[in-house]
């Protein structure tokens, strides 16, 4: 019964980690669209998808939760397991929030930068799958959910330089000033979604040495 449950956890988790996958997936080819053709309807549909991918991640940490409070781990791992959902959780609500932005600001994102920002979010998409691999390697295999860990450090670390100088360039241009302002926060917004990654392998490191101890 113990291994049973214990089992559900991890494929729970799993397809967890699929939605959050989904919703950044969605963020990268929604943008690239609206880039492409700055259309606010097709948007707000993709925002939808984007809720629901995010509302289906949600569901799926409640079910988890109950499962690790039937007494299916040992109480020690349920904290474990219980932070990193919550850390995990900002990413899909990150992934929406830039698109809601988007949205109720009525940004448009300039022609010039349109590959820069592709190039940001595409960094950021690479740092979620990184962890969200070492998230479901926490299960079997210490020493690759630490590389993948350190791939997501590199990954920020590019995500940093990328958003400092597509700011850079956006504030040399002449463009109206409240319009930077906006482009930046988006920006910003994009950026801190490797932030979060980074911060779920801040917390994967100490449960792996908690492990090893």
């Known amino acids: 019964m113990f291994h049973s449950r214990q089992k559900q956890i991890e494929e729970g988790i799993g397809r967890y980690c699929e939605e959050v996958a989904t919703a950044v ?7 690239e669209q609206y880039i492409r053709q700055p259309d606010r309807e097709t948007l707000r549909g993709n925002l939808q998808t984007i809720h629901k991918a995010e509302s289906r991640a949600d569901d799926l940490r409640g079910e988890i939760e109950v499962l690790m409070y039937s007494k299916a781990i040992f109480p020690e791992s349920r904290e474990d397991i219980m932070e990193l959902l919550e850390l995990l ?3 899909p609500n990150h992934a929406e929030g830039c698109i809601r932005m988007i949205l109720t600001q009525r940004i448009v994102i300039p022609p010039e930068h349109g590959p820069d920002v592709m190039k940001l979010v595409g960094i950021s998409q690479h740092a979620v799958r990184h962890i969200l691999q070492a998230a479901q390697l926490l299960f079997s295999n210490y020493t690759a ?6 791939k997501v450090d590199e990954l920020e670390s590019d995500g940093d330089h990328c958003e400092a100088a597509l700011i850079e360039a956006l504030f040399s241009g002449s463009r109206d000033g409240f319009e930077k302002l906006l482009l930046r926060d ?3 917004h ?3 979604i490797a932030d979060r990654a980074e911060n779920v392998g801040d917390r994967i490191r100490v449960i792996v040495a908690k492990r090893r101890i």
């Open 89 to 91: 959780d900002k990413i």
């Open 145 to 150: 959910a630490t590389v993948a860990v350190g």
């Open 186 to 188: 988006l920006i910003l």
């Open 25 to 31: 997936e969605l963020l990268y080819s929604s943008l």
């Open 190 to 192: 994009i950026g801190k």
